[in-house]
Nanobody, 116 residues
């Protein structure tokens, strides 16, 4: 059974930085996509960033371009999200995902709070 475990969330002041990590276990197959969604209270999940493991190609939602960077370690089956210049509107629960043999697997979610 595939499991994703996240770490790195927390509270930070506006302008600060956080780094989220996500490690997968339980699959003999490699992920095709890895990335991060976030969910605001009362809203649906929003794709924040995604990386294609084979090419390194990335996607970012417009609101985080230039501030967030998604990266991966294919050998360790890990995905990271470096978040810089954080804003209060980045406050959300962040979920990592990995697409393995066409199916999305999710982490448990980690709270990111940006507040002074």
């Amino acid at each position: 059974q595939v499991q994703l475990v996240e770490s790195g969330g927390g509270s930070v002041e506006p302008g600060g930085s956080l780094r989220l990590s996500c490690a997968a276990s339980g699959s003999i197959f490699s992920a095709h996509y890895m990335g991060w969604y976030r969910q605001f209270p009362g809203k649906e999940r929003e794709l924040v960033a995604r990386i294609t493991t084979t090419t390194g190609g990335t996607y970012y939602v417009d609101s985080v371009k230039g501030r967030f960077t998604v990266s991966r370690d294919n050998a360790k089956k890990m995905v990271f999200l470096q978040m810089n210049s954080l804003k209060p509107e980045d406050t959300a629960v962040y979920y990592c995902f990995q697409t393995i043999t066409g199916q999305n697997y999710w982490g448990q979610g980690t709270q990111v709070t940006v507040s002074s």
